[in-house]
């Protein structure tokens, strides 16, 4: 097992905070909002419709196919750094059955898991760790109930460490 730079502690629980705040800041009906994004959508323009609604915004250019994203899944929100992506998404579903179907998905496509934590019956966290070409990939996946719907925010924060 190789040791984990405090620096990389520090950026992802920071990151997780983060995804905490923004999974609990739902949409508020801004009916400015909604046409800005109707209209960079395109009036015809399916995009995202098919993941589960019309409101959700894109996955960022490039994201990877090999990072578990459940049926009818909605993007929240999308934050690019360098060399990280940080997403918030709203997904159908229960926190359990979410944490073993991407665990299975992430085990099939080749990530090995790093960390499983439960936080009660409403909040887990996995993350994952992936050998490439260019360096290393980490994934973590956090999930929470969210209050007041049927839905489950699910927080998905991708890094690649680069080797030197």
């Known amino acids: 097992m190789s040791p984990v730079p405090t620096r990389a502690i520090r ?3 920071a ?10 800041c739902q949409r508020a009906g801004n009916p400015i909002a ?7 959508r395109g009036a015809g323009d399916a995009g ?3 993941a589960g609604d019309r409101d959700s915004l894109p996955l960022p250019p490039g994201f990877p196919d ?5 049926a009818g899944y909605r993007v929240n929100s ?3 750094l360098p060399q990280a992506s940080v997403l918030s998404l709203s997904v159908p579903g229960d926190v359990d059955a979410l944490l073993a179907a991407a665990e299975a998905a992430m085990r099939e496509d080749g990530w090995t898991r790093t960390l499983s934590a439960r936080h009660s019956a409403d909040t887990a966290m996995l993350a994952f760790e992936k050998p490439g070409t260019a360096g290393t990939r980490n994934a973590t996946l956090s999930f929470s109930r969210n209050v007041g719907d049927e839905r489950v925010i699910l927080g998905v924060q991708l890094r690649e460490l680069r080797r030197q």
């Not at 090999?66 to 459940?70: C, G, S």
């Open 78 to 80: 999308v934050m690019s």
């Open 11 to 13: 950026l992802s629980l």
């Open 34 to 40: 909604a046409a800005i994004g109707h209209a960079a």
């Open 15 to 24: 990151v997780l905070a983060a995804l905490a705040l923004l999974g609990g």
């Open 48 to 50: 995202p419709a098919a």
């Open 66 to 70: 090999d990072v578990f994203l459940p």
